[in-house]
């Protein structure tokens, strides 16, 4: 069975802070995602991954950066923490070619 | 653009049929995912639809028109547990990069 985990369930930070959200998947998929959640917006693509060392923006980038030095964890930055960006936070993986994505549990982050 | 439009909340009964409804609208097409969402959960994989038609799995189904950007999701014999949010996401190019809907939040009714 495919395993995407990520380091927290729950999260406060205050504004300001630096904030590092980590995802680890155990599938040797290429392919790994951030998104958020939120209420009547549904998900959006924060930035993603195809391989080590790569990363592209996806629709919402603007406050955040991201980090792929291993094949299997793709973590989320949040340089500055403010309050609009209190979400769910998805990390996803997949394989390179046409396929399912697989979703990890998610971290709620309030920030305050 | 790119856009995909589904109903926001459905109710049904225990033990009925439900279609839920999902047009797009992208750039570029390889497919369409349909995810279940429980409450405070991650998504979890239903189905994908590359070719036009029916594909069926277990109570679950789904449909696929390319030519009329239009899917839906069948959901049959009803129960409880099937409460959740269905989420509808064309898969839209090489780097399968998902565009999502904003999901449909079903309640099943006793």
């Known amino acids: 069975d495919v395993k995407v985990t990520q380091s927290s369930r729950y999260l406060v930070k205050r504004t300001g802070e630096k904030v590092f959200l980590e995802c680890v998947q155990d599938?040797?998929?290429?392919?790994m995602f951030w998104y958020r959640q939120d209420p009547g917006l549904g998900l959006r693509l924060i930035y993603f991954s195809y391989d080590v060392k790569m990363k592209e923006k996806g629709d919402i980038p603007e406050g955040y950066s991201v980090s792929r030095e291993k094949k299997e964890r793709f973590s989320l930055i949040l340089e500055s923490a403010s309050t609009n960006q209190t979400s769910m936070y998805l990390c996803?993986?997949?394989?390179?070619?046409?396929?399912?994505?697989?979703f990890g549990p998610g971290t709620r982050l309030t920030v305050l | 653009g790119q856009n995909i439009d589904q109903p926001t909340e459905m109710t049904a009964t225990e033990g009925a049929i439900v279609q839920i409804n999902c047009t797009y609208q992208t750039s570029g097409f390889n497919g369409l995912f349909w995810y279940q969402q429980h409450a405070g959960e991650a998504p979890t994989f239903l189905s994908y639809?590359?070719?036009?038609g029916l594909e069926e799995k277990g109570r679950f189904s789904s449909f696929l028109s390319r030519s009329k950007g239009y899917s839906y999701l069948l959901l049959k014999e009803l129960q409880m547990k099937d409460s959740a949010s269905y989420l509808c996401?064309?898969?839209?190019?090489?780097?399968?990069?998902?565009?999502f809907g904003t999901g449909t939040l079903l309640a099943v009714q006793p």
């Open positions: 996401a064309a898969d839209g190019g090489a780097t399968n990069k998902l565009i």
């Open positions: 599938m040797d998929h290429e392919n």
């Open positions: 639809n590359v070719l036009d």
């Open positions: 996803a993986s997949s394989t390179r070619t046409a396929d399912t994505q697989y």
